[in-house]
């Protein structure tokens, strides 16, 4: 890059170290990190820092980290806090010393986005927050206004946005190609390693809808610009519950939604479970249906036409446009890419932009899933919530916001 284009890179802190970050629990190398490493290859990132509950979350971490530092060919290294022993609120030295060019993403339980977020963003640091925001309408309303007070930029990490077969549900609705849009199915499961092992120690603070279909919530809302009004849900407390876990097996949700010019009402059923056998061939199944007057959309978000055949690994559905490692160039070195990325990556080169006045948080406001257009998702997982602690009772969602 000519020195004239060279720009100061920003600093990124982690917090939160697990599965989506790393890829704990698992054989990859997880989505945010190989995002960041690479953002730091190119000079987008500068200094970086991790911040964990333990010790032992970190020395995980630093494994992941020397598996994806051979694959990239990269020699990236992180400040660690804690650096020794266990500290739930390690988070809180490590955001003492970033500077005022730095940003934080957060992806920890979702019980404590709220507090994190408002630490930072009380610093005046840009934040991505990863899915839900909170699990409250309450708490989400206390941090968009928080940062339109401080003038701070906040977004959270809806990934799907980024993927081309949700983008193309949003042009084929905008097109009118379906008609008028009437009602939409959505089915989204997990492995039980998931509620077992992965997330054993909050699990029983939510759900598979708040963990799964937040994701397709924001999707609807993105793509029909729906404005939802009341839902309802139920599940089921069986296999957990049996292995002394105080959670859902699976949760059943119905919102009814406004839509732009129609007084007519949208209806959006989600089944989720995350009780799925280990030895199913992709960590997810999802997909979408949507019906109009004029046409249906179906997409299964699982099955990407990709399936690997091994000896160590069983059968397994890939999808190449998550989150996957490619040769690039001669075919010596490797990058990341998929739309797991991309939602990384653009709130990285946000935050430099924001930094170098080139952008204003009021700007993004229209075409990311910043905090304040959080707020539709946020509700609905709160009225299900609400729903399901009341036996399956229609709550309303639309007034609260």
């Given at each position: ?18 599965m ?8 990859t ?11 730091h ?28 530092n ?13 650096a ?15 500077g ?15 507090p ?10 840009p934040?991505l ?7 409250t309408?309450?708490e ?12 701070v930029?906040?977004a ?6 980024w993927?081309?077969?949700?983008l ?24 039980r ?12 603070k ?49 919102i ?27 960590l ?17 978000q ?21 989150t ?22 653009t ?11 080139r ?17 539709v ?25």
């Amino acid at each position: 890059m000519p020195e004239a284009e060279r720009r100061a890179p920003i600093d990124v802190l982690i917090v939160g170290a697990g599965m989506h970050v790393s890829g704990r629990g698992t054989s990859t190398c997880g989505t945010v990190l190989p995002a960041v490493v690479q953002a730091h290859r190119d000079g987008v990132v500068g200094r970086m820092a991790i911040a964990a509950t333990s010790a032992k979350s970190i020395e995980a971490f630093n494994e992941k980290l020397a598996t994806l530092n051979r694959r990239l060919d990269t020699a990236a290294r992180f400040e660690e806090f804690p650096a020794q022993g266990t500290d739930p609120e390690a988070w809180r030295q490590a955001l003492a010393g970033l500077g005022q060019r730095g940003c934080v993403i957060i992806v920890v339980p979702d019980d404590l986005h709220a507090p994190i977020a408002t630490a930072a963003l009380r610093k005046r640091l840009p934040v991505l927050v990863e899915k839900p925001l909170t699990p409250t309408l309450a708490e989400a309303q206390a941090l968009v206004a928080l940062a339109r007070d401080l003038g701070v930029y906040g977004a959270v990490d809806f990934h799907k946005r980024w993927d081309l077969i949700n983008l193309k549900l949003k042009e084929t609705i905008e097109d009118g190609r379906l008609g008028a849009p009437l009602y939409s199915i959505v089915e989204y499961s997990q492995r039980r390693v998931i509620p077992e092992q992965i997330f054993r120690s909050w699990v029983e603070k939510a759900n598979p809808f708040q963990y799964l279909c937040v994701h397709f919530v924001d999707v609807l809302s993105f793509a029909l610009q729906a404005v939802p009004r009341r839902a309802m849900a139920v599940g089921q407390r069986c296999y957990l519950r049996g292995r002394s876990i105080d959670a859902y097996d699976s949760v059943q949700a119905c919102i009814e939604w406004s839509l732009p010019g129609s007084s007519v009402p949208f209806v959006s059923t989600f089944v989720a479970n995350w009780i799925d056998p280990n030895t199913t061939s992709a960590l997810s199944y999802q997909s979408l249906k949507v019906i109009g007057t004029e046409g249906r959309y179906e997409s299964d978000q699982r099955d990407r036409g990709l399936t690997l055949i091994t000896e160590a690994g069983g059968i397994e559905t890939l999808n190449p446009y998550f989150t996957q490692s490619y040769p690039i160039g001669d075919g010596t070195r490797r990058a990341y890419r998929g739309y797991g990325i991309d939602s990384v990556r653009t709130f990285l080169e946000d935050v430099q932009d924001l930094h170098d006045g080139r952008r204003t948080p009021g700007e993004l406001e229209a075409y990311r899933p910043t905090l304040c257009q959080a707020l539709v998702s946020t509700a609905v997982v709160d009225g299900v919530n609400r729903s399901l602690a009341a036996d399956g009772a229609w709550m309303p969602v639309g007034p609260m916001m």
